[in-house]
């Protein structure tokens, strides 16, 4: 200590903001921040038990409770740093956690419009999936003439496995000519 230096417990105040500061490196692990810690109270120690001017007569000389008041000081960082390092890795695997689930949503929007739009035509698809719908609101449009055609017919590919092309063609001539003779009778 240099000569005429009398407030010993200022050293002891710096030892602690040296320590606080270790802290604010928020880039630097855990494990590294313990270890310069470590090594600065180990050095802070020595020099509280090694000069003169920590040394004072009574019960708890100032070495002592410099040493104890750096200790208790280590601890409490030392759990603070570990307490921020595991809320920043928790923070990392939450932010992960919501990528995924928005690229899901995202992809599970995309198909449900996809299958929307193969049921109905796409301005439908498109109303209801708006904010114009209401709720309950039902959407009809007005037309004087109408056909439904399903395009699934069961058991095609066995029957076009086994028949010759001018068969499935006649086939398919003769469904869509029953549809338009239904369709005819209301025109």
């Known amino acids: ?10 050293f002891v105040l710096c030892s602690f903001l040296s320590l606080s500061a270790n802290v604010l490196f928020l880039q630097i692990k855990y494990i590294v921040k313990v270890l310069l810690m470590t090594v600065a109270v180990i050095v802070f120690d020595i020099l509280f038990h090694t000069d003169s001017v920590f040394q004072t007569e009574g019960t708890l000389s100032l070495s002592v409770l410099g040493s104890v008041y750096t200790g208790v000081m280590f601890v409490a960082l030392v759990y603070f740093c570990r307490q921020v390092e595991f809320m ?23 198909l449900n419009m996809k299958l929307l739009e193969n049921i109905l035509p796409s301005h439908v698809a498109e109303y ?60």
């Open 1 to 10: 200590m240099p000569d005429g230096y009398n407030k010993p417990i200022y």
């Open 88 to 110: 920043n890795r928790l923070n990392f695997l939450l932010k992960d956690q919501c990528r995924t689930e928005a690229r899901l949503s995202e992809n599970s929007a995309s």
């Open 128 to 187: 209801f999936l708006t904010d114009q719908a209401k709720d309950q609101e039902l959407y009809s449009e007005s037309h004087e003439n109408v056909c439904i055609m399903f395009a699934s017919i069961p058991n095609f590919k066995e029957f076009y496995q086994e028949s010759a092309a001018r068969q499935c063609i006649e086939l398919l001539n003769n469904i869509i000519a029953k549809f338009d003779q239904v369709f005819f009778k209301y025109i």
